[in-house]
């Protein structure tokens, strides 16, 4: 990453990501679940090197618009390595998917499953149930999904209305420090097999969502951690055979891989007696930084002038917008003579920052993406520890 920077020296702001931690973490996540199909959520970050990179590695995809199935397809995923798995559809967008050659829809209401049914005639669908999100710095726990109860009612009436009932999904909430929640979820997935099957329903998919979490400034469990609880959850729950196995990385996948650079527009104090500074820099809440809104997401920030004594700052983006503020409650310690023109780098920034910008909001263009192709030798042990410890 150091390297590419100084011979680049690309006009900040801007987002480098670097593809080997990419391929290091695909690899990483399909060791500790080995019987799950890794479907990527391309909402976490679409860059078209990241979707072809990911598909020659056997990836599938986790899509939720046109748009995403157009380019997954573009790129070299197959259609039936794509997963429909946005819950409320446009008809338009079901039948474009349908004509395209997706075979998988997600649904959690009576009004999807008739849309798919109608469609996507003899499609296979799985049912979203809701979890509680607890443990998640990004819950996901309440637009999506429906109750456990239900999801059994509407596997029954997909399967009157002709579609092919395959299972069950769940999403624990993005950013899941608490590794338990998997397996809290996969109670209520095994309630709502049992009530299929008592219906006639032989049900033989799970949908592990995502929720695998990037190293933002609060430490995290390894994956393997993940890995086994999930694992022992499973058994638990499932002790007479797993059914097929799904799980939807995306945070995981690119969060890390990524580095956010800045620069320090201004460094200032409200009054004479105040000890805490404002930071202003060149990207903000509007420019890729949408995660910072309640401060939920908390990046690790370094500065080229971290050798030098520090002290508590509120770090702000560059618009007129007043909610353009990223960390204040939150007291983020920065260098005391951080100057304008100082670059600062937010770590860990590769998932949900290029892909929130807004379309030139006050003028100010959308952050750029830049690669950091797969290297051409093998990837060594030590290479991956470096790339993947920013």
């Not at 309630?191 to 006639?200: Q, S, W």
């Not at 809104?293 to 920030?301: G, K, N, P, T």
């Amino acid at each position: 990453m150091a390297e590419y920077v100084s011979q680049k020296t690309p006009v900040t702001p801007c987002l480098i990501l670097d593809l080997d931690v990419v391929a290091a973490r695909y690899r990483a996540l399909a060791k500790e679940l080995p019987h799950a199909d890794i479907y990527y959520a391309v909402k976490a970050n679409p860059q078209p090197e990241v979707i072809a990179l990911l598909a020659r590695l056997g990836s599938c995809f986790d899509v939720a618009s046109p748009a995403e199935v157009e380019l997954c397809l573009r790129l070299g995923a197959r259609p039936e390595s794509l997963s429909y798995g946005n819950t409320t559809k446009k008809r338009s967008d079901i039948r474009f998917a349908f004509q395209r050659g997706v075979r998988l829809f997600a649904v959690d209401s009576c009004g999807e499953v008739e849309k798919v049914a109608e469609e996507a005639p003899g499609s296979d669908v799985f049912c979203r149930i809701l979890t509680s999100g607890q443990g998640a710095q990004w819950p996901l726990s309440r637009k999506f999904g429906c109750a456990s109860d239900m999801a059994a009612d509407l596997l029954v009436r997909a399967r009157d209305l002709g579609l092919n009932p395959r299972g069950v999904s769940f999403h624990v909430g993005s950013q899941q420090g608490d590794v338990s929640q998997w397996g809290k979820a996969l109670r209520r997935v095994r309630k709502v097999f049992d009530r299929a099957a008592a219906a006639g329903l032989n049900l033989d998919l799970i949908n592990l969502g995502g929720g695998f979490p990037a190293q933002y400034v609060d430490k995290i469990p390894p994956i393997a951690v993940y890995g086994k609880a999930i694992r022992d959850a499973l058994g638990a729950r499932f002790p007479a055979g797993l059914p097929r196995l799904m799980v939807e990385p995306g945070r995981y996948i690119v969060g890390d891989a990524g580095v956010l650079f800045s620069e320090v527009i201004l460094a200032s104090r409200k009054g004479y007696e105040d000890d805490e500074r404002w930071v202003y820099i060149d990207v903000g809440v509007f420019g890729g930084l949408a995660e910072t809104l309640d401060e939920a997401i908390r990046y690790r920030i370094v500065t080229n002038r971290d050798e030098s004594r520090s002290g508590p700052v509120v770090l702000a983006g560059p618009t007129c917008d007043s909610a353009d503020i990223m960390y204040e409650r939150n007291k983020y310690q920065l260098p005391l003579g951080l100057q304008p023109g100082d670059v600062l780098a937010m770590l860990s920034a590769g998932a949900y920052t290029s892909v929130y910008c807004s379309a030139a909001f006050n003028g100010f263009e959308p952050l750029p993406l830049h690669c950091i192709p797969v290297s051409e030798q093998p990837e060594s042990a030590e290479h991956l520890e470096e790339v993947c410890s920013l």
